[in-house]
């Protein structure tokens, strides 16, 4: 299966609201790869970048790692983005 960007950052972003991190609670930056063929990591790391430059993921600055949630400010912007690309609701 081929992922184009628009895929791999609703597939990012409906992960981590499927697992409801939200807000305080935060995932290793790493576990974003995870799911997406090898050949493939380099670009998803690449796109999870975006999405906190984009402010739709926050970023945590931790001693043993950077740590990513879900901006809860821009739920719904990010709940209809999903919607669009992937065709799934919550």
């Not at 050949?39 to 984009?54: F, N, P, Q, R, S």
């Not at 993921?57 to 919607?83: C, D, H, T």
Request: proline residues 6%; without cysteine; aromatic residues 8%.
């Amino acid at each position: 299966m081929e992922f184009n960007e628009d895929q791999i950052k609703a597939t990012i972003l409906y992960d981590l609201r499927r697992k409801k991190v939200i807000g305080g609670v935060h995932v290793p930056f790493d576990t974003l790869k995870k799911g997406f063929p090898p050949h493939l990591k380099g670009e998803v790391d690449t796109i999870a970048k975006d999405l906190i430059k984009k402010g739709l993921l926050i970023p945590k600055p931790a001693s043993y790692g950077l740590q990513v949630s879900i901006n809860k400010e821009k739920m719904r912007e990010i709940e209809e983005f999903i919607k669009k690309v992937l065709g799934s609701e919550f």
